[in-house]
């Protein structure tokens, strides 16, 4: 095949091909043709009425993006002009929603419920109700501050047992033989001294 008879159209359908071969495309049968064997007509259907179906199948497909062009081209307009008056999606939501909110609180169904929670709020069973939950917050409540108390008491028994001095004891004295001692005048040796002295003992 020689390179200058290929055509370069990268969309041509003949891209690649010679230009001697491109009439053996004629012969390639085209998918959805009216009579085609690999679409065999459905039964009752002639021919003719499967092509006047073919084109009133097109024109209506052609409607379709008609209208879908000018659907696209309104929606730019509405768009620019509620730029122009400064409307931004935000609000237009916002608004939404407020209208949407009135009309469910005017709706019948709405106002039917609230009369019927109204009536249920003034019920001996919801004041009852309410008691007994109200109580047994109060109770709860007691509770948790009784069992704070005993826990902070249990916490300052344990603090002044003897097991519990005699392990602050010893972690006091393992921290002063780890710093040291800093208070009456005690200097800190420092960790690159090379005589260690008996009260700081090296690790």
């Not at 003949?14 to 039964?43: H, I, M, Q, T, Y």
């Amino acid at each position: 095949m020689d390179p200058a008879s290929q055509d370069i159209n990268l969309n041509s359908p003949n891209k690649g091909l010679g230009a001697d071969r491109s009439d053996s495309l004629s012969d390639v049968p085209v998918e959805g043709a009216v009579g085609n064997s690999a679409n065999p007509l459905p039964p009752g259907l002639t021919e003719e009425e499967a092509e006047e179906l073919h084109i009133e199948l097109s024109k209506v497909e052609e409607e379709i993006n008609t209208l879908r062009q000018v659907l696209s081209a309104k929606e730019r307009h509405a768009a620019e002009l509620k730029r122009k008056l400064g409307l931004s999606p935000l609000n237009e939501l916002r608004q939404n929603l407020t209208k949407s909110w009135q009309d469910v609180q005017t709706s019948n169904a709405y106002q039917s419920a609230s009369a019927s929670w109204d009536g249920f709020v003034q019920s001996e069973v919801y004041k009852k109700t309410q008691e007994t939950l109200s109580q047994a917050g109060q109770k709860t409540t007691a509770a948790l501050s009784t069992m704070g108390t005993v826990i902070n008491k249990r916490l300052g028994d344990m603090r002044n047992s003897p097991t519990f001095k005699s392990f602050e004891d010893k972690i006091g004295n393992l921290k002063n033989k780890v710093v040291g001692g800093k208070g009456n005048g005690d200097t800190v040796s420092s960790p690159t001294d090379t005589t260690p002295t008996q009260e700081n003992p090296p690790f």
